[in-house]
Nanobody, 117 residues
Framework: QVQLVESGGGLVQAGGSLRLSCAAS????????RGWFRQAPGKQREFVAL???????NYTDSVKGRFTISSDNAKNTWSLQMNSLKPEDTAVYYC???????????WGQGTQVTVSS
């Protein structure tokens, strides 16, 4: 059974940093796009960042320059380094693994990130 587990969430002041990590169990080798999404209160889940098997990355505009995604495919782990956090970053963050073009998504259970003013 394939499972993803996030960790590293918590409460941080604006301008601070957090590092989120995702660990996968089971085989996810075919799902070679790894990423992060988030869902704020009252909003739909939105894309945050991804990294492909070739190391190419992509970010939503609101986090560019502040967040960095990295991956260790051999260990089935990936991380999201979040710097210069803003209150608007407050959300539940979910790690994600999928095939190219968005097929066969697998989601973690989510980890809460709260940024205070």
């Amino acid at each position: 059974q394939v499972q993803l587990v996030e960790s590293g969430g918590g409460l941080v002041q604006a301008g601070g940093s957090l590092r989120l990590s995702c660990a996968a169990s089971g085989s996810i080798s075919s799902r070679n796009v790894r990423g992060w999404f988030r869902q704020a209160p009252g909003k739909q889940r939105e894309f945050v960042a991804l990294i492909g098997s070739d190391g190419a990355t992509n970010y939503t505009d609101s986090v560019k320059g502040r967040f960095t995604i990295s991956s260790d495919n051999a260990k089935n782990t990936w991380s999201l380094q979040m710097n210069s956090l803003k209150p608007e970053d407050t959300a539940v963050y979910y790690c994600n693994a999928r095939k190219k073009f968005g097929f066969a998504n697998i989601w973690g259970q989510g980890t809460q990130v709260t940024v205070s003013s």
